[in-house]
């Protein structure tokens, strides 16, 4: 079955821990926590200091998503606050071996994100190394924007790439994420689906949280 980690990107920022404490409730395996520096993407969210406010509320797992241009300056912060996955862009740092080893060093799981159109042959070398790769199916910036239809064929290349060299790297997917794109992603290969306006934006979270259980 699928892991699905509700974004509190579109949770309501005055009430976190309730949002936090609304998606444990309803289900939700992992927290997806999406940090932008206004640099690499065009919008500002939360620190390090955010996530060590939200620690004690949960002991649900804490997947940040650093949409942050050289993210080796932040991972210090972010391990000591409570982070227990630290996901990078490929694009935002010259030294990803590096990064990777760091936030490993720290005792944490280490993801890699691919914009749209980055290709997977940069994962080529770093694979080993990973415990997740986030394919993205927007561009990183904001939630509630529309799935890119070619991000389909990108999770099959990834699935085939990770099983024909027998690792056991979860393929995570973020963007536009609903219950019928849900299905279309995990047949495509997708472990972890992470969804923000689709699960915040329900009615019932418990029932979308529900739903991308496949
Ligand atoms: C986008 C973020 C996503 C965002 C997804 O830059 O990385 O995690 O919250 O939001 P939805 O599910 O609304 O597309
Ligand atoms: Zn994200």
Same mark, same amino acid.
């Given at each position: 079955m699928t892991l699905v980690a509700p974004s509190i #990107? $579109? $949770?309501d920022f005055a009430y976190l821990a309730d949002e936090i404490k609304k998606i444990e409730a309803g289900g939700a395996d992992w927290v997806h926590i999406d940090v932008m520096?206004? @640099? %690499?993407?065009p919008n500002l969210t939360f620190g390090a200091p955010v996530v060590k406010k939200i620690?004690?509320?949960?002991?649900m797992f804490f997947d940040c998503h650093l949409m942050v241009e050289a993210p080796e300056k932040y991972i210090k912060d972010f391990a000591e606050a409570g982070a227990d996955m630290i996901v990078v862009h490929?694009?935002?740092?010259?030294?990803l071996h590096r990064v990777v080893q760091f936030i490993k060093d720290k005792g944490l799981k280490a993801g890699v994100a691919l914009n749209p159109?980055?290709? #997977?042959?940069? #994962?080529?070398?770093?694979l080993p190394y990973l415990d997740l790769v986030l394919i993205m $199916?927007? @561009?990183?910036? %904001?939630?509630g924007q529309k799935f890119i239809d070619t991000s389909v064929d990108k999770i099959k290349k990834l699935r085939k790439m990770i099983d024909t060299r027998g690792l056991s790297v979860l393929i995570q997917v973020d963007g536009g994420i609903n219950a019928e794109i849900g299905k279309i992603v995990c047949e495509a290969g997708a472990d972890v689906l992470v969804a923000g306006s689709y699960i915040y934006g329900a009615e019932d979270c418990a029932q979308a949280i529900a739903a991308l259980k496949i």
């Amino acid at each position: 079955m699928t892991l699905v980690a509700p974004s509190i #990107l $579109s $949770s309501d920022f005055a009430y976190l821990a309730d949002e936090i404490k609304k998606i444990e409730a309803g289900g939700a395996d992992w927290v997806h926590i999406d940090v932008m520096d206004g @640099n %690499f993407v065009p919008n500002l969210t939360f620190g390090a200091p955010v996530v060590k406010k939200i620690r004690p509320v949960t002991k649900m797992f804490f997947d940040c998503h650093l949409m942050v241009e050289a993210p080796e300056k932040y991972i210090k912060d972010f391990a000591e606050a409570g982070a227990d996955m630290i996901v990078v862009h490929v694009e935002a740092t010259r030294h990803l071996h590096r990064v990777v080893q760091f936030i490993k060093d720290k005792g944490l799981k280490a993801g890699v994100a691919l914009n749209p159109a980055t290709p #997977l042959t940069c #994962l080529e070398e770093i694979l080993p190394y990973l415990d997740l790769v986030l394919i993205m $199916s927007v @561009n990183p910036g %904001f939630g509630g924007q529309k799935f890119i239809d070619t991000s389909v064929d990108k999770i099959k290349k990834l699935r085939k790439m990770i099983d024909t060299r027998g690792l056991s790297v979860l393929i995570q997917v973020d963007g536009g994420i609903n219950a019928e794109i849900g299905k279309i992603v995990c047949e495509a290969g997708a472990d972890v689906l992470v969804a923000g306006s689709y699960i915040y934006g329900a009615e019932d979270c418990a029932q979308a949280i529900a739903a991308l259980k496949i």
